[in-house]
């Protein structure tokens, strides 16, 4: 059974830091890409960064120079570093590991940013 399990969002002011986790069990982690995305009230679940099993990164143009991918295959966990935190950040935050056959999401944390 694959599981992912989420943590590190809360409640923090602007221009703030968090880090979240994504531990993964029940999987080859180290074969999969690895995302994370957000979704505001009301609004589409979108991108927000990504890590392929090669070590290829990719952001959103709306994080970019704010927030760090990285992973540690050894652990399976999965991060996303977080700076500057602006209150447009403010959402549920998922993270989604995937290889050619299979998709996998974790229950989501909230990240609110108050200003």
């Known amino acids: 059974q694959v599981q992912l399990v989420e943590s590190g969002g809360g409640l923090v002011q602007a221009g703030g830091s968090l880090r979240l986790s994504c531990t993964a069990s029940g999987i080859i982690f180290s074969l999969n890409t690895m995302a994370w995305f957000r979704q505001a009230p009301g609004k589409q679940r979108d991108l927000v960064a990504i890590i392929t099993d090669g070590g290829m990164i990719s952001y959103a143009d709306s994080v970019k120079g704010r927030f760090t991918i990285s992973r540690d295959n050894a652990k399976n966990t999965g991060y996303l570093q977080m700076n500057s935190l602006k209150p447009e950040d403010t959402a549920v935050y998922f993270c989604?590991?995937?290889?050619?056959?299979?998709?996998?999401w974790g229950q989501g944390t909230q990240v609110t940013v108050s200003s």
């Open positions: 989604n590991t995937q290889n050619s056959f299979e998709s996998y």
